[in-house]
């Protein structure tokens, strides 16, 4: 939406940046606030609200009349969208066990789809004026948030008063903080792939824009495709042995795209990505709501909030190598970070093992 926004507020370059940043700033806020809320006081009221935000935001967005109201529209929709992003893992979470990674592989092909439809649609609807567009969208979202506002949900886990004493000690246990860490190392690869592989492809790989695109695009086509078959595959293989999988799958991916010539060749390679990086948050989430259950929507929000630290610092820093060192290293930054991710993978998992063998 950026351009047509631009286009009608007449921004340039910098104040369109601080206009992107508000987006992350809201879903690191709302991340950061939904896990001790439905702790406390559970899902319905919290999910309900945070939905509610999000179908005002969009309105807000498309029918803004100052970049005052377009600046607090979109980090409503971040704020409303960090809390249902972290909600809804922590609740399909908490309704799944014995088959956690499973049922959240499931719940990620809809964000894949999400992905997947909402430049479809714009582009399907490319003769209608995007404000109305945006609107319909935010309009037709009212069903969905009533269903969020009668369905039953658990009951809360600490409804007598949240243990701050363990909430702190989260931030001292070893095996979340090398979940925490892998998955910033997971999302920040996440997103320097959807950021800056079509530069890479156009200016490494003569690649056009266009079929740059429609090969990123089979990334998430993998992803999602992937997460469909792990919802059946992590209930037969043992997860651990699935998600080092995954980031062998990831770092074959990348060469196949730093040896890519054509855009078929970078699209299997970026399918291969996809496929590989699936794994990584449907499975390190249901391991943390396995070690932490009575305070699970806590121990979420450290994890996501680190999580999402590690993608905008990764993905400063590949601006700043690229910018010193040329887009042309991409595959190198990709694979030293999967290596890295590999790494801190092996000890996460072990550290989970050991602590669910001592239970």
Not at 37 to 55: E, H, K
Not at 95 to 116: H, T
Not at 192 to 207: D, K, M, P
Not at 291 to 317: D, E
Request: proline share 4%; with cysteine; aromatic share 6%.
């Amino acid at each position: 939406l950026l351009p047509s926004i631009t286009s009608r507020f007449g921004l340039d370059g910098i104040a369109s940046g601080a206009l992107v940043s508000l987006l992350p700033l809201g879903i690191l806020t709302g991340s950061l606030v939904f896990g001790p809320v439905v702790d406390r006081f559970g899902y319905r009221t919290l999910l309900t609200a945070s939905a509610v935000l999000v179908v005002a935001g969009l309105e807000a967005m498309a029918f803004a009349p100052t970049v005052s109201v377009l600046q607090l529209a979109i980090l409503a929709v971040g704020f409303g969208g960090g809390i249902l992003n972290g909600g809804t893992n922590a609740l399909v979470a908490d309704i799944s066990a014995g088959e956690r990674g499973a049922k959240l592989s499931l719940l990620g092909v809809f964000f894949g789809v999400g992905a997947l439809g909402m430049p479809a649609l714009l582009g399907t609807l490319r003769g209608v004026e995007q404000s109305a567009v945006l609107g319909g969208i935010g309009a037709a979202l009212v069903v969905p948030v009533l269903c969020i506002g009668v369905i039953a949900y658990p009951v809360p886990k600490q409804a007598q008063g949240f243990p701050v004493a363990e909430g702190a000690e989260l931030l001292r246990d070893g095996a979340l903080m090398a979940i925490a860490l892998t998955l910033a190392l997971q999302s920040g690869v996440e997103g320097i792939v959807n950021n800056w592989t079509t530069t890479y492809l156009q200016s490494s790989r003569g690649i056009t824009p266009g079929d740059a695109l429609l090969a990123l695009t089979a990334y998430v086509v993998g992803m999602t495709v992937a997460r469909l078959v792990l919802a059946a595959v992590l209930q037969r293989l043992p997860g651990g042995r699935v998600l080092v999988v995954g980031l062998l799958l990831t770092g074959a991916g990348v060469g196949v795209v730093a040896a890519a010539h054509s855009a078929s060749a970078a699209a299997i390679g970026l399918a291969l990505i996809g496929a590989g990086l699936s794994v990584g948050f449907p499975l390190l989430i249901g391991y943390v709501v396995d070690l932490f259950p009575t305070i699970s929507g806590t121990a979420i929000s450290v994890v996501l909030v680190i999580a999402l630290s590690g993608n905008m610092a990764l993905n400063y820093l590949v601006g700043v190598l690229s910018d010193w060192a040329g887009v042309g290293a991409l595959p190198v930054y990709l694979v030293v970070c999967v290596a890295l991710e590999l790494t801190l993978a092996l000890i996460a998992l072990r550290a989970y093992h050991r602590r669910s063998a001592a239970a």
